[in-house]
């Protein structure tokens, strides 16, 4: 799917709330979760076009919280409830893209920070080699073997 296609799937997908958002919007919100996942347009994976479909659409919400922020009295509820949902909406949807990531680490490899990618992979450090004080090569000795198994702290 191409930019231009997805910005105007958001606005389908927004519906009634399009009214208060302008084209500049879309753009910034496409371009802000291209951001946030790493991911460039055309995307064409189910998974990350779910994603950065979710991410841009959790923009969005953004936008329009900040604007009823903006607008907040609190003697007027209905106001007040608006503000309210879109908090909860932001970080319902939050929480949920922290746990694709967790779940998926694969997918976010190329996004700077937001994945452990040494944690996945796994390191060792060591020259290979180890002498006794004396200088003898005791790199072979079965007390040297370097272990892979993965300890769990």
């Known amino acids: 799917m191409d930019v231009y296609a997805f910005m105007d799937l958001l606005q389908v997908e927004v519906k009634g ?8 919007d879309y753009q910034n919100a496409t371009n802000d979760a291209m951001r946030e996942t ?8 189910d998974f990350r076009l779910l994603w950065i479909k979710q991410r841009a659409k959790r923009n969005l919400f953004f936008y329009l919280f900040t ?3 903006h607008k907040f009295k ?12 879109y ?14 990531m967790e779940d998926h680490p694969e997918e976010f490899l190329d996004v700077t920070g937001m994945t452990d990618t040494v944690g ?34």
Not at 17 to 24: A, F, I, P, T
Not at 38 to 45: D, I, R
Not at 122 to 137: L, M, R, V
Request: glycine share 6%; no cysteine.
């Open 67 to 69: 604007e009823s922020a």
């Open 87 to 100: 908090n909860i909406i932001i970080a319902n949807m939050d929480k949920a893209f922290k746990n694709a």
């Open 17 to 24: 709330l399009s009214r208060y958002l302008s084209e500049d």
């Open 74 to 85: 609190y003697e007027q509820i209905n106001l007040q409830h608006r503000f309210e949902h």
């Open 120 to 153: 996945m992979m796994g390191t060792k450090i060591d020259a290979g080699f180890g002498y006794s004080p004396a200088g003898e090569d005791i790199t072979y000795l079965p007390e040297n073997e370097i272990n892979f198994v993965p300890r769990k702290d």
């Open 38 to 45: 790493g991911w460039v347009f055309p995307v064409v994976a």
